[in-house]
């Protein structure tokens, strides 16, 4: 086997490069450290840890916030920061968020429950409504509500320093619990960074 | 879903995220803390009555509609109606 020993490959003509054909085995040799294919480079995943009685209006969570730390939950890359209910993004790029709330123990109510998703492009000032799942309940018809709901949105963080999101929900009643747990994962928010912006 | 714990009290004595723990892995009266400065944080004594009495209004509760259930049933068979019958009509 021969060894080729140059510093940069480039297309002879045009912009495509090809290694190997139909059929073959393209392999980074061992302990290679492999740049410029993108890929995930960033996950994490918080979690709200406390229950949360809403108020019958917007709610947003401002504390009772923390990383999965259980049943080897973890996060790779540098990770979201969180402030006052307020979430950083660690670098720019098209990230997907996610947030599942859960819900339950609506005394005596039929209610409708929203989860809200909110972001912010002027680096908290404002905010608006990115996404928003629905679920409701009725305790007298199913004894022991409990519902839970989805919802998601792509993000392009083109700067760290303006796009904000933050969390919470809202209750047509008040005594709507947002479920939180700090033993296993209930209302949950995920940040997955999927490439460059 | 039966109150259960310390954390189904509080949440019912007050809405929106007024308390908190200082270990949320031990969530036990004494590492209870409180958020929002305008609630009073309630005795240790106070959350066992109210979570004793969230307890027994929940089962009064489980009770009252079962008893509502079976008066209905029983009123629905005396008009004629079969048992398979008021299972498919009202579902009890």
Redesign the interface.
């Known amino acids: 086997m021969s060894t080729l020993e140059v510093n940069t490959i480039t297309p002879q003509s045009g912009t495509t490069l090809t290694l190997g054909g139909s059929g073959n085995t393209v392999t980074l040799g061992s302990g290679v450290t492999a740049s410029g294919f993108g890929g995930i480079t960033e996950a994490d995943q918080w979690r709200l ?8 209006g917007d ?1 947003y ?4 916030l ?1 990383r999965i730390d259980t049943d080897s939950g973890g996060y790779f890359g540098t990770g979201m920061t969180e402030s006052g209910g307020v979430f950083t993004f660690p670098s720019t790029g098209y990230w997907l968020v996610m947030y599942n709330f859960s819900v ?2 609506v ?2 109510l039929q209610a409708y429950i929203n989860g809200n998703l909110d972001v912010s492009t002027d680096g908290g000032s404002t905010y608006s409504r990115g996404a928003r799942g629905f679920t409701s309940i009725d305790y007298n018809t199913e ?4 519902s839970s709901a989805f919802c998601t949105i792509l993000l392009d963080v083109t700067s760290t320093a303006n796009i904000k999101v933050k969390f919470g929900g809202n209750a047509q009643a ?2 709507a ?1 947002f479920r939180g747990q ?2 296993y994962n209930t209302t949950t928010m995920t940040f997955i960074r999927l490439g460059d912006t | 879903m039966r109150p259960e714990t310390l954390e189904d009290y509080l949440v019912s004595l007050h809405t929106g995220q007024w308390f908190g723990w200082s270990d949320a892995k031990n969530k036990v009266y004494a590492n209870l803390i409180i958020h929002d400065s305008s609630k009073t944080k309630p005795t240790e004594q106070e959350c066992i009555d109210g979570l004793a009495q969230l307890q027994a209004d929940y089962d009064q509760a489980i009770t009252d509609k079962e008893a509502r259930k079976a008066s209905a049933k029983s009123k629905l068979e005396a008009l004629g109606l079969t048992t398979e019958e008021i299972k498919e009509a009202f579902g009890i």
Do not use: H, L
């Open positions: 840890n406390t229950n949360f009685s809403a108020t019958g709610d969570f401002t504390t009772n923390e339950a123990y005394d005596n004894g022991a509500p409990n008040t005594n619990t700090t033993d």
